[in-house]
């Protein structure tokens, strides 16, 4: 179990990874209005959500199986698993984004995915301290 343990920090860590990233990049196609370097960043966004969603299928796959290896108990998990339910909406979110981005329909200012790009950091801090601390 120490071995899917450890695969599912590493896949979680790099899905997290490009959550922190992938609205900056929105950040970035918001304020742009030369072509060529939006067409970059969207190509950037494109590329970046399509590998962060193949890395959020182990990140989850592994967490599922750890849960099934060390059962469901204590009402930290059932926190913790909402927010993860969370972290995936989030997820599907920035994909949503990314089409208006991809269909110039965006109608949301830069500082509007400044503040949506804090959210993975409160769900990451949240997941890390249940998981760690268990507080109940």
Same mark, same amino acid.
């Given at each position: 179990?120490?071995?899917?343990?450890?695969?599912?920090?590493?896949?979680?860590?790099?899905?997290?990874?490009?959550?922190?990233?992938?609205?900056?990049?929105?950040?970035?196609?918001?304020?742009?209005?030369?072509?060529?370097?939006?067409?970059?960043?969207?190509?950037?966004?494109?590329?970046?959500?399509?590998?962060?969603?193949?890395?959020?299928?182990? %990140?989850?796959?592994?967490? &599922?199986? /750890?849960?099934? =290896? $060390?059962?469901?108990?204590? *009402?930290? !998990?059932? %926190?913790?698993?909402?927010? &993860?339910? /969370?972290?995936? =909406? $989030?997820?599907?979110?920035? *994909?949503? !984004?990314?089409?208006?981005?991809?269909?110039?329909?965006?109608?949301?200012?830069?500082?509007?995915?400044?503040?949506?790009?804090?959210?993975?950091?409160?769900?990451?801090?949240?997941?890390?301290?249940?998981?760690?601390?268990?507080?109940?």
């Amino acid at each position: 179990m120490l071995w899917i343990k450890a695969l599912h920090i590493v896949f979680v860590t790099s899905w997290f990874a490009g959550l922190f990233y992938l609205p900056r990049i929105f950040v970035n196609l918001a304020q742009e209005s030369e072509t060529v370097a939006h067409a970059r960043l969207l190509l950037m966004a494109r590329k970046l959500y399509r590998f962060t969603s193949i890395l959020m299928v182990p %990140a989850v796959v592994f967490g &599922v199986w /750890l849960w099934l =290896g $060390y059962g469901f108990k204590g *009402g930290w !998990l059932h %926190a913790k698993l909402a927010l &993860v339910v /969370l972290t995936i =909406g $989030y997820h599907h979110a920035c *994909g949503s !984004l990314l089409k208006k981005f991809e269909n110039a329909a965006n109608k949301r200012s830069h500082t509007w995915y400044r503040w949506f790009n804090e959210v993975p950091v409160v769900l990451l801090l949240a997941i890390v301290i249940l998981v760690v601390v268990k507080p109940f």
